[in-house]
């Protein structure tokens, strides 16, 4: 199967899930949505109420203010591939619980596979934590990191900055950059491959590693 049909193929088995509680609730399961051969991906948390209805991401008051802060960063919404680590609404909106992570990690890795990007932006810590664990989303946002080969970008969820006005700034300065974090992964991309197996070689016990490699912004 080439990537639209595993995609197809992952939204099907998204919509008749029963892996976790989230299914009781769900009317819509949200699979993502974009071009399947997306160089940049972003992922999310999980739907809210728009998106369980429509089932589609970001399609509500945060996803408004994404199409705007992709303009910022020379980019359109079709030109990426939107999805979230869990594919149903968590009630009322709350955290995803970690069985309900673990639940969807397969459709999100496969995903992940399917597509192949070259960059992944994460919004919100927990896709964040999939990528670059143990740190504190404030302290990196807007910061590249490779991972196995791709650029990760945290960057704070949108509807973070709706809820909070402080982070407005930081949050759009972070996208208006994305145009040079871009040119940044496609120069760079093999040098950074090379640095994660680099670091790799050196564990003790020749097992992989998941612990990404930070870049420099200059």
């Known amino acids: 199967m080439d990537a639209k049909q595993i995609l197809h ?8 899930c029963t892996r976790c509680e989230l299914h009781f609730s769900r009317k819509k399961a ?3 949505e974009g071009p399947a051969t997306a160089e940049i991906m972003l992922i999310g948390e999980g739907p809210g109420f728009y998106e369980n209805e429509q089932g589609r991401p970001f399609v509500g008051a945060a996803g408004k203010y994404l199409d705007e802060l992709l303009e910022k960063g020379g980019l359109k919404r079709s030109d990426v591939f939107i999805t979230n680590v869990v594919k149903c609404r968590p009630p009322s909106n ?3 619980q970690p069985d309900e992570l673990a639940a969807c990690a397969g459709f999100l890795d ?6 192949d990007p070259r960059i992944i932006i994460t919004l919100g ?3 964040m934590a999939k990528f670059i664990p143990n740190v504190k989303i404030s302290e990196v946002h807007g910061q590249p990191f490779w991972h196995r080969g791709r650029m990760i970008v ?3 969820h949108p509807a973070a900055a709706l809820h909070q006005p402080s982070l407005k700034t930081g949050v759009e300065r972070d996208f208006a950059r994305l145009g040079e974090l871009i040119q940044q992964a496609r120069q760079s991309v093999r040098a950074g491959a090379q640095k994660a197996e680099a670091v790799a ?7 992989e590693t998941d612990q990404p490699t930070q870049l420099s912004l200059f």
Do not use: H, K, L, N
Request: aromatic share 6%; no cysteine.
């Open 154 to 156: 945290p960057m704070f």
């Open 9 to 16: 193929e992952i939204a099907g088995q998204a919509a008749v």
């Open 30 to 32: 949200v699979p993502g």
């Open 94 to 96: 709350r955290d995803p």
């Open 110 to 115: 496969r995903q992940i596979e399917a597509i």
């Open 125 to 127: 810590r927990y896709s």
């Open 201 to 207: 070689s050196e564990q003790e016990d020749g097992s």
